[in-house]
T-cell receptor, first 116, second 116 residues
Framework: AQKVTQAQTEISVVEKEDVTLDCVYE???????LFWYKQPPSGELVFLIR??????QNEISGRYSWNFQKSTSSFNFTITASQVVDSAVYFC?????????????FGKGTLLTVNP | DGGITQSPKYLFRKEGQNVTLSCEQN?????MYWYRQDPGQGLRLIYY???????QKGDIAEGYSVSREKKESFPLTVTSAQKNPTAFYLC???????????????FGPGTRLTVL
C-alpha cells in the first residue's frame, strides 16, 4: 500500500521568512513519482513539480526548492523569502508504477499562511 | 488556451436527486480522473479512465457513476445512493500513466456540491 504523510497540518509565518513543508512517503514500488501541488483559496490544484524516484537531484525554481532524500523517504519543499501570495494548501502526492500506476495518493495537505 | 473546465462551480441539489458534474479537457490527454475532497482532507479517487469507453473504480466509487464516450469529456453523476455527497469535486487529466515521462495530472477548477 502507498501512503503519504504531511505531519504539519498548519504553518503560519511572517512575510520574508523561509518555510519548509515536510512530506514522507511509503511505497513498495522501486519506480515511483512524487509531486507537489498548490491549492489556493480558489480551489484549483496547481502542479508545482514532479520528481522521479531514479533522479535524486534536488531542484530549485525561483524561490521554491525541493529536497528529495530516498534514504529517509522524504520529499520536502522549501519556500524562500515567503510572500503573502504563497498562502495556500500544499499537497504532496505519490504515484507508483506497475498495477497502481494510475493512482495518485495524496497527503492531507499543509495549510500555509503567510502574514504581512 | 489548453486546460480543463468544470461546470458549474457551485451546485445545490435536494437530497435524493441525481446530479451530473461536467468535466471537459482540450489537452488531448487520454486519461481522466475524478477526485473528491472533504474539508481538511487530501483528495480521494472516485473513478478514472485511461481511454475512451473504458473506466475503472477508484477508492470511493460507491454512489457514483461515470461515462467516457468522448476523449474530451468525463462526466460524473452523483446518485441518490451516495450517502454524503456534499464535497468539493475535482476533475483531472494526464497522458496515459504507462507512457512514462511527463505523467503529472492537471486539475480543473472544481465543483462545490452542496446537498440540502
Amino acid at each position: 500500500a502507498q501512503k503519504v504523510t504531511q505531519a504539519q497540518t498548519e504553518i503560519s509565518v511572517v512575510e520574508k521568512e523561509d518555510v519548509t513543508l515536510d512530506c514522507v512517503y511509503e511505497t513498495r514500488d522501486t519506480t515511483y513519482y512524487l509531486f507537489w501541488y498548490k491549492q489556493p483559496p480558489s480551489g484549483e490544484l496547481v502542479f508545482l513539480i514532479r520528481r522521479n524516484s531514479f533522479d535524486e537531484q534536488n531542484e530549485i525554481s525561483g524561490r521554491y526548492s525541493w529536497n528529495f532524500q530516498k534514504s529517509t523517504s522524504s520529499f520536502n519543499f522549501t519556500i524562500t523569502a515567503s510572500q503573502v501570495v504563497d498562502s495556500a494548501v500544499y499537497f504532496c502526492a505519490l504515484r507508483g508504477s506497475g498495477g497502481s500506476n494510475y493512482k495518485l495518493t495524496f497527503g492531507k495537505g499543509t495549510l500555509l499562511t503567510v502574514n504581512p | 488556451d489548453g486546460g480543463i473546465t468544470q461546470s458549474p462551480k457551485y451546485l445545490f441539489r435536494k437530497e435524493g436527486q441525481n446530479v451530473t458534474l461536467s468535466c471537459e479537457q482540450n489537452l488531448n490527454h487520454d486519461a481522466m480522473y475524478w477526485y473528491r475532497q472533504d474539508p481538511g482532507q487530501g483528495l480521494r479517487l472516485i473513478y478514472y479512465s485511461q481511454i475512451v469507453n473504458d473506466f475503472q473504480k477508484g477508492d470511493i466509487a460507491e454512489g457514483y457513476s461515470v461515462s467516457r464516450e468522448k476523449k474530451e469529456s468525463f462526466p460524473l453523476t452523483v446518485t441518490s445512493a451516495q450517502k454524503n455527497p456534499t464535497a468539493f469535486y475535482l476533475c483531472a487529466s494526464s497522458i496515459r500513466p504507462t507512457s512514462g515521462g511527463r505523467n503529472e495530472q492537471f486539475f480543473g477548477p472544481g465543483t462545490r456540491l452542496t446537498v440540502l
